[in-house]
């Protein structure tokens, strides 16, 4: 069993994301849905859609669910999802680095692809300018 990935992000991103991915990896060895919020999308339905979606993606080894900004609509969704129902981890501050570490690690185990989800969203940060 491997871990499922939910994005849930504003409008595209979290698709346009996954279609750049898809161009570099080819099919993703992990099940992912994306979950796009418009602004005049509905909280409680758009959270009835992402529980639906952690059903499907939740073979028995959890969900993490990464959202592309703390503090909004998105990642408000997300952290509603937490409960016994499901394994659950989520991540705010989705990237590409980020989402390609990920997929990169498929037999990791819930919080292991966590800890690699923040370590390829932070490593992928960087000051051109300095690499000189």
Known sequence: MSVGILLITHNRLGADLMETARSML?????????????PAADPDDLLQRARTLCD????????????????????NVACRLCDDKHQIRILAGLNLPMLIRILNYPTLELDALK??????????????????
Do not use: I
Request: proline letters at 6%; aromatic letters at 2%; glycine letters at 14%.
């Open 26 to 38: 080819r099919e993703p060895p992990l099940e992912v849905a994306v979950l796009a919020v418009s």
């Open 56 to 75: 499907r993606l939740d073979a028995g080894s959890g969900v993490l669910v990464l959202t592309d900004m703390f503090g909004s609509t998105p990642s």
């Open 115 to 132: 800890e690699k989800a923040l370590s390829g969203g932070h490593d992928g940060v960087l000051n051109c300018q300095d690499m000189g």
